[in-house]
């Protein structure tokens, strides 16, 4: 009965997103005030529907309804609670119901939030939001119903696929779909701006707190996946350029680059075309990545979906999303009110450049990516574009970009002077030049590229703190620069604390490419390695069970100079519901960095194949990642407090 219910929520949800997509046109063609608020009712009513259904499939999998489909195809009884929970959206129909209640929250959040817009121009973005709205419905209801009934039930499940059995796992994929449908916001905000023909400062201040929301969003969710890698797969990398990993990256650098064009549309009212442009865009990524995850034209950890009917329809709603956005900016951009000029050397140039370098990056991931699907469909074989491609475009694109970053904020508004930014950033470039030369030096000349990343690092974390210096003038009035550093708006801490985050990441990839010490050995129980300064000793093994599967644990014991560090615990799991063999590797972090060890087969004799590892500041990549996202909070805080509704002050007060 709870799955008949989930499932007439979903009918009228569709209801509901057919009025919300077709009626307030209708009233605004009309001017009829009636029709034209029924937006609002409408998103509202599409969000509690979806509440219900999510909760029904939620229900369905915690009590191991069976003759439910999603919960035979993808869970199991001895399943722990966290992954009953997790199973609903690491799935194929339950990640799209997700999809969905999500599309609708970021609705009503618009509804709610955006009651200072002029209605006409609300529901018009509404509109958009519920036509989307209604292509996801029409996709889960008709060819990935979560709520198809078994007859007979089987008497248990399948099971999940052990390697998303993972808290990383747990979390990673709804904080990607948050950003991916956060985008949707952006792209009904673009959409409605070209319907009215009209995109302005306003406009632009209207629509970065929701690209922030996303762009949070999405690094956060790039962050999860990447540590999720790093210790559950066993291997030691954090990433690999899978097509899946670029799907959810492409979106993050388009809507990076968005969040810096609006600026440029707020201060300047310049760049209008291209802001719409990357709006659209962005999104247009996020389905790409949905096509590329459900339509099985790639085989993935990630991929849910092989159906070719599932493909078809995704296909055709990108073709009509997509191509019906685009043909609208074919004919309406164009009409946009040109806004103001600015000089080649101005914090506006400063911006075209981090959108022009960030856009072609995208370009290049996109094809990249793409490519060999193509070559394969055109009968050409099966073609891999492999990680040094895609590296060698990051140092080639984002070196200059990083480069940027330290001189754009010191540029004034439609005309600056590099004379004067360089000036100040100079101590930054001498530092940067003195800390490339003693790595070159050291390591005889052998990582000119790591010389190179780290030098970049400095100077762009060093130039971040000149440029605070700058705004508080710490060194021209140093008397009262506490006061000015305290009266910094939020915006300005959280512009600094990204850019700094983006800094520490490019310390840990740098480091922790160059100076990462692997050890593949076989060791016999009292066995020691050395890596790194540190003894691994081994205890050999033992066995374990857990709630779903059994388990050989290794021992080490790590020491250093004679002192005990910690003990290491890696596991070597066979899962049962679904049979599958799985590595958990144990990981100690330190200051230093990570000792981090992974058991592999038996090789005889007691003795055991084992990869030991020292991984120097690793944990650089989340903790960058971390301060980007306190950097986008700051800022959004900050800008929430610039555009919120004026306070009413009182009479006589």
């Known amino acids: 009965m709870i799955a008949e219910l989930g499932h007439f929520a979903l009918m009228i949800a569709l209801v509901f997103a057919l009025m919300g997509a077709v009626v307030p046109h209708y009233g605004l063609a009309r001017g009829n005030a009636r029709l034209i608020s029924l937006a609002d009712n409408a998103v509202l009513g599409q969000f509690l529907m979806a509440v219900v259904a999510y909760a029904a499939l939620t229900y369905s999998f915690l009590i191991s309804d069976f003759s439910v489909y999603a919960v035979a195809a993808h869970s199991h009884s001895a399943k722990p609670l966290l992954y ?73 499940g399948n099971g999940l696929n052990p390697l998303l059995q993972d808290p990383g796992l747990a979390f990673h994929p709804p904080m990607l779909y948050l950003g991916y449908v956060g985008l949707s916001v952006v792209f009904s905000f673009a959409t409605a701006a070209l319907i009215e023909g009209e995109v302005t400062p306003l406009w632009a201040r209207w629509v970065r707190p929701w690209t922030l929301t996303a762009w949070m969003f999405l690094t956060g969710g790039l962050a999860l996946g990447s540590w999720w890698a790093y210790y559950e797969l066993g291997w030691g990398g954090w990433w690999f350029w899978d097509p899946v990993e670029n799907a959810a990256f492409m979106p993050w650098l388009a809507a990076t680059a968005l969040l810096h064009s609006a600026i440029v549309v707020e201060k300047r009212d310049a760049l209008k075309s291209w802001t719409i442009l990357l709006a659209i865009v962005a999104f247009s990524f996020s389905l790409l990545g949905t096509f590329l995850v459900r339509s099985g034209v790639i085989t993935s950890v990630h991929a849910f979906a092989s159906d070719p009917a599932r493909g078809v329809f995704i296909l055709a709603f990108l073709a009509v999303v997509i191509g019906g956005s685009m043909t609208l900016y074919a004919w ?52 891999s574009v492999g990680p040094p491609f895609f ?69 762009l974390i060093v130039s971040v703190f000149l440029e605070i210096a700058e705004r508080i003038q710490l060194f021209k009035k140093p008397g009262n620069a506490w006061g000015r550093l305290r009266n910094l708006p939020r915006a300005s801490w959280g512009m600094s604390l990204a850019h700094a985050g983006l800094a520490v990441i490019l310390f840990g990839i740098t480091i922790s490419e160059a100076w990462t010490e692997e050890h593949l050995v076989v060791m016999a129980p009292g066995e020691s390695v050395a890596v790194a300064g540190y003894d691994f000793t081994f205890g050999g093994v033992a066995p374990v069970a857990g709630p ?67 991984k120097p500041f690793i944990s650089g990549l989340w903790l960058g990642a971390v301060m980007m996202m306190v950097g986008g909070l700051l800022s959004l805080s900050d800008r929430r407090l610039r555009i919120g509704a004026p306070k009413t002050v009182k009479a006589g007060a």
């Open 332 to 383: 309406r951009a164009p009409k946009l009110t040109p806004g103001g000029l600015f000089g080649l050397v101005s914090r506006e140039s400063a911006l075209v450049l981090n959108n022009v370098l960030l856009s072609t990056f995208a370009a290049v991931v996109l094809v990249g990516t793409l490519y060999p699907l193509f070559v394969e469909a055109m009968g050409g074989g099966q073609l």
């Open 391 to 459: 590296e060698y475009a990051a140092a080639v694109l984002m070196s200059p970009l990083i480069v940027a970053l330290g001189f754009g904020p010191l540029l004034a508004w439609k005309r600056g002077r590099i004379s004067r930014a360089a000036q100040i950033v100079l101590p930054a470039l001498i530092v940067a030049l003195v800390a490339a030369l003693v790595i070159a030096w050291q390591s005889a000349g052998g990582v000119v590229m790591t010389a190179f990343g780290l030098g970049l690092a400095t100077w």
């Open 84 to 156: 009953k929970i997790s199973g609903v959206w690491g799935n194929h129909e339950g990640s799209l119901m997700f999809w969905v209640l999500v599309l609708t929250l970021f609705g009503t959040a618009v509804s709610v939030k955006g009651k200072r817009l002029p209605m006409r121009f609300r529901s018009r973005v509404l509109a958009v939001q519920s036509a989307l709205v209604l292509g996801f419905l029409l996709f889960v209801i008709f060819t990935s119903n979560p709520f198809t009934r078994l007859d007979p039930a089987p008497l248990e």
């Open 548 to 614: 779903n599967f059994t388990a050989v644990r290794g021992f080490f014991d790590v020491s250093k100079n004679g002192g005990r560090v910690t003990e290491l615990t890696p596991e070597d799991r066979v899962y049962t519901n679904p049979v599958m063999n799985t590595t958990e590797a144990s990981i100690y972090p330190l200051v230093r960095g990570d000792l981090y060890a992974v058991i592999g087969e038996a090789a005889g004799q007691g003795r055991w194949s084992v990869r030991l590892y020292f």
